[in-house]
C-alpha cells in the first residue's frame, strides 16, 4: 500500500483583533429606545447609529444591535 501525505498549513494572522467589552454601552443601547417616547423617532435612529459604529470593537454589540434594531422595526410595522 502506498501512503498519502497531506500537509496541512494553519494561517495565523500578524495582528489580534480583540473586542472590548463594554456593558455600559450595552445597556445605553437598550435604554435610547426610550427617546420614542420623547422624539417619536429617535428610538430607532440612535441604536441604529450606536450599532453601526461600534459593532466591530465591542463584544456583544453585533448581537445585541440586531435585535434592538429588530424590536423597534417590529414595532413600527406592527
Known amino acids: 500500500m502506498r501512503q498519502i501525505s497531506v500537509n ?4 495565523q494572522s500578524n495582528y489580534n483583533t480583540y473586542k472590548r467589552t463594554d456593558n455600559q454601552l450595552l445597556f445605553i443601547t437598550h435604554l435610547s429606545q426610550l427617546l420614542t417616547f420623547i422624539t417619536g423617532f429617535g ?3 440612535a441604536p441604529l ?3 453601526a459604529t461600534q ?3 465591542v463584544d456583544g ?3 445585541h444591535g440586531k435585535s434592538i434594531i429588530n424590536f ?3 414595532i413600527i410595522v406592527y
Do not use: A, P, T, V
Request: without cysteine; negative net charge; proline residues 0%.
Open 72 to 74: 423597534q422595526l417590529s
Open 61 to 63: 454589540m453585533d448581537e
Open 8 to 11: 496541512k498549513y494553519i494561517m
Open 55 to 57: 459593532k466591530e470593537s
Open 43 to 45: 428610538g430607532l435612529i
Open 49 to 51: 447609529i450606536i450599532w
